[in-house]
Structure formats: structure tokens, C-alpha cells
């Protein structure tokens, strides 16, 4: 039996190999591709497990046939999970309700494509495979060679099947915890460094050029005077950190609301001049467009509650030295 067994152990090891890849793709789906690697790995293990015990050709391509006629028939609710999954994540992943709407716009679409596809591929490669699988179990049937009433023989492809979709479960779990945790922590570290809005800051001897916001308001535009824009406008106040007289600088100021939510980005670019450790207060206006929606929410958060980060990208001194972050 041992030496039967050894003999179609080549046989057994790659034909379990086509049964697993499409698992996996199933897996993958399910979980977003976490820990792909490893549960590669298992899930080839037990498709070797299934036919492991078999010690007659016919009974170990049925068996393999079968697994891969089931893991293509799972193909289209992977692909159901797959697209509720990728199109939560995507929404979540903004913060302005038109970004959420096309993000899960996008996510719809691309899912369908894939829901589609895996309709085709699962449904008809699943049949095709499934009359392969029939005819190796007639052939099997013929052969009066009694196969061993083991665990595997018996109720593999059942507790495969169940093991799979508990690895991507835990998997999945795992996956989720591991990034919120991610996202707490950078939310903690991205809160060390954001400032509050009216509130004077501690200076930072490590940024060249520190920033605060000392007012905010809003200009309405005279069409009559001549003035066709709406704007949003601050006052910043520049904090020279360096013993060198500063010509301009260039950054990034990066908008949050009182839950660190990023509300919007705007580049900062002021050349007139900042005296050696001293400061200069610039009033600033930002063009507002009233039907984007990081605009609206910039324009109605009160300076108390808006946090912001600034960060330095480029200083040139009055010497003529620059300095790139």
C-alpha cells in the first residue's frame, strides 16, 4: 500500500497544485490578498491531503477534478465578497462625500467587471470540469480497486472547503486589526505633529520655518468693484528658526477637522522675506469654489476647530543658499 501510495506521489502533489491556485484565488478575493503567501501554502497542503490516501489513478484525477470543479463554482461569491469589501474600503478611504461617491463609483465598476468575468470563468470552466471529474468517477467505479475509508477519502473535500473559508476568516481578521491599528497609530503620530487653529505653538527647532494661523475669514466678492472671487482667507504667521535671513519659502499646509479627518491640501508659497529668528505675517487668500465639498467644509470650520500641518519644502535665503526637504 506504501509503495502504491509513493508511486502517484508525483502525480498527486501537481495535480493538487490546480485545484489549489484557483482556492487561493478565491481566498484572495475574500480577504484582499492577506497573508497570500502563506495561505497558499495551506491551502495546497490540503488538496495534497485530499487525494493523499487514494492508491488508483482514476480516484486521485476524480478527486482533484472535483476540487477544481467546486473552487471555480466559489469563483462568482468570492467575487460578490471581493466587491463589497474593495468598494467599503474605497469609501472609507475618503473623507469628502463626492471623493467617497466616486471612489465607490469606481469601486462598483470594477467590480462588476470582475463579478462578470468570474460568472463566465466559474460557471462554465465549472462545468466543463465538472463532466472531466464524472467521467473519472465511472472509471473509478469500473476498477474494483477498494480504496482505504480514511478521513481524507471520506469527507476531504468537506472539511477543505470549511478549513478554506475559516483561513480566509481568521486571515481576514487578523488583516483588519493589523490596519486599524496601523491607523490609529498614525493618527497618534500624525497628531503630534498637526496644530490647532488660534492656539500659538511651541517652536520647533527641527523645521527651519515654523507656521502658524492667526485668523481665518472669508472675502465675498464685489462684482461691482471689480472683485469676481470668492476667497478664504488667513492670516500666517511665518517663524524664522535660523540664524539667516530667509528670501521664501514653499510648503504644504494640510487641513484637518477636530477628528483628524484630512479636510484638504493647499500649497504655500510666500517670497517676502523673513528676518533672522524673527517673523512676518502674511494675509493669504485661497480661491473658493462653494460646490467642492473640501472647500465648503474649510470655509464653515472655525479656526478653533481646524487643525493643520504644516510642512517646509523649499527655503531660499537672502545669500542665496536653498535648502530642499
Not at 495561505?39 to 487525494?51: D, H, K, R
Not at 503630534?192 to 527651519?208: F, N, P, T, Y
Request: glycine residues 8%; charged residues 25%; aromatic residues 12%.
Amino acid at each position: 500500500m506504501k509503495n502504491i501510495i509513493k508511486e502517484y506521489a508525483v502525480l498527486k502533489i501537481f495535480l493538487a497544485l490546480l485545484p489549489a491556485l484557483i482556492f487561493t484565488q478565491n481566498y484572495a478575493w475574500m480577504t484582499l490578498n492577506s497573508y497570500l503567501g502563506i495561505a497558499f501554502w495551506i491551502i495546497w497542503a490540503l488538496t495534497i491531503w485530499n487525494v493523499w490516501q487514494f492508491t488508483e489513478r482514476n480516484h486521485i484525477l476524480e478527486r482533484c477534478f472535483r476540487l477544481t470543479e467546486i473552487s471555480l463554482f466559489f469563483l462568482p461569491l468570492s467575487a460578490i465578497v471581493f466587491a463589497f469589501i474593495f468598494g467599503s474600503q474605497a469609501a472609507m478611504s475618503t473623507s469628502s462625500g463626492i471623493e467617497r461617491g466616486g471612489a465607490a463609483l469606481g469601486a462598483a465598476m470594477g467590480a462588476t467587471v470582475v463579478i462578470i468575468l468570474s460568472f463566465i470563468i466559474g460557471l462554465i470552466g465549472g462545468m466543463v470540469v465538472h463532466l472531466i471529474a464524472n467521467k473519472y468517477e465511472k472509471k473509478a467505479e469500473k476498477i474494483e480497486i477498494r480504496q482505504q475509508e480514511s478521513l481524507s477519502n471520506k469527507h476531504g473535500i468537506a472539511l477543505s472547503i470549511a478549513a478554506i473559508i475559516l483561513l480566509a476568516i481568521i486571515m481576514g481578521s487578523v488583516s483588519s486589526v493589523q490596519a486599524y491599528k496601523k491607523d490609529v497609530k498614525e493618527k497618534e503620530e500624525l497628531g503630534k505633529e498637526m496644530q490647532q487653529g488660534g492656539i500659538s505653538q511651541l517652536k520647533s527647532d527641527a523645521k527651519r520655518v515654523n507656521l502658524e494661523i492667526t485668523s481665518k475669514g472669508f472675502h465675498k466678492a464685489d462684482y461691482m468693484s471689480g472683485d469676481y472671487e470668492d476667497q478664504i482667507t488667513m492670516d500666517l504667521k511665518f517663524i524664522n528658526e535660523t540664524d539667516k535671513e530667509i528670501r521664501g519659502v514653499e510648503g504644504a499646509l494640510t487641513f484637518y477637522d477636530i477628528f483628524d479627518n484630512k479636510i484638504s491640501v493647499s500649497k504655500v508659497s510666500y517670497d517676502k522675506g523673513i528676518p533672522a529668528r524673527g517673523s512676518k505675517i502674511w494675509k493669504s487668500g485661497t480661491d473658493y469654489n462653494q460646490f467642492k465639498e473640501e472647500d465648503v467644509e474649510l470655509k464653515d470650520t472655525e479656526l478653533k476647530d481646524l487643525k493643520y500641518k504644516w510642512s517646509v519644502s523649499t527655503i531660499i535665503y537672502v545669500d542665496g543658499a536653498k535648502e530642499t526637504f
